[in-house]
């Protein structure tokens, strides 16, 4: 189970947007998952509007430095009210991680707006010490370069990243993940 809280933009125009996701492994090599979403509109002069729409999502194990993954976002293709001048794009991604070495991840992803040209996006990430990883990568459109770093810290997990702007400067990124621990066979009970 999963729950996201996003906000983008300020008090003239901004986006919330809070998901409720669930994940299920079925066998070793493959998963799959569902995420419901709200999503809160706000521009000064027009008020706010809102509405729902749900993303899916796979992993494929082909190999055991191979994962290969899909993800579709709003595939009903939701929108906003014509009035109101914003859409809700429909979003898909095709992406892979390739693992040469225990310490070492490359990632590569297409991703296709139904609205825009597709954007390639490619990435390394290195673990320094234990519980430290440093990030860099590139997005194709628009063509920009990104760093990071993520630590694990127990059950918590924090990932910052960061991608200089043309227009907006330097635009920072936080992640927070709590971990919550799997229940052993031992502990789990059988529900009637």
């Given at each position: 189970?999963g729950l996201?809280?996003?906000y983008?933009g300020e008090?003239?125009?901004?986006?919330?947007?809070i998901?409720?996701?669930?994940?299920?492994?079925?066998?070793?090599?493959?998963?799959?998952?569902?995420?419901f979403?709200y999503?809160?509109?706000?521009?000064?002069?027009?008020g706010q509007r809102?509405?729902f729409t749900?993303d899916?999502?796979?992993?494929?194990?082909a190999?055991?430095?191979?994962l290969?993954?899909?993800?579709?976002?709003?595939p009903?293709?939701?929108?906003v009210?014509?009035a109101?001048?914003?859409?809700l794009?429909?979003?898909?991604?095709?992406g892979l991680?390739?693992m040469?070495?225990?310490k070492v991840?490359?990632?590569?992803?297409?991703?296709?707006?139904l609205?825009?040209?597709?954007?390639f996006?490619?990435g390394?990430?290195y673990?320094?010490v234990?519980n430290f990883?440093?990030?860099?990568?590139v997005?194709?459109?628009?063509?920009r370069g990104?760093?990071?770093?993520?630590?694990?810290?127990?059950?918590l997990?924090?990932?910052?990243?960061?991608?200089?702007?043309?227009r907006?400067g330097?635009?920072?990124?936080?992640?927070?993940?709590?971990?919550?621990?799997?229940?052993?066979?031992?502990?789990a009970t059988?529900l009637p």
């Amino acid at each position: 189970f999963g729950l996201s809280v996003n906000y983008f933009g300020e008090s003239a125009f901004n986006q919330k947007m809070i998901g409720l996701g669930f994940g299920k492994a079925f066998g070793k090599r493959f998963s799959a998952g569902l995420k419901f979403d709200y999503i809160n509109f706000k521009i000064e002069e027009y008020g706010q509007r809102n509405l729902f729409t749900f993303d899916v999502g796979f992993q494929f194990l082909a190999h055991e430095q191979l994962l290969i993954g899909a993800h579709l976002f709003n595939p009903l293709s939701i929108n906003v009210e014509e009035a109101f001048g914003e859409d809700l794009s429909t979003i898909m991604r095709l992406g892979l991680v390739y693992m040469p070495v225990k310490k070492v991840q490359v990632l590569a992803e297409i991703e296709k707006d139904l609205d825009f040209k597709p954007n390639f996006k490619a990435g390394i990430s290195y673990q320094l010490v234990d519980n430290f990883y440093l990030r860099g990568g590139v997005n194709s459109y628009p063509l920009r370069g990104t760093f990071g770093f993520g630590i694990d810290w127990q059950n918590l997990r924090i990932d910052f990243a960061g991608a200089y702007r043309e227009r907006l400067g330097f635009t920072p990124q936080l992640s927070l993940q709590l971990l919550l621990p799997k229940k052993s066979k031992s502990q789990a009970t059988d529900l009637p």
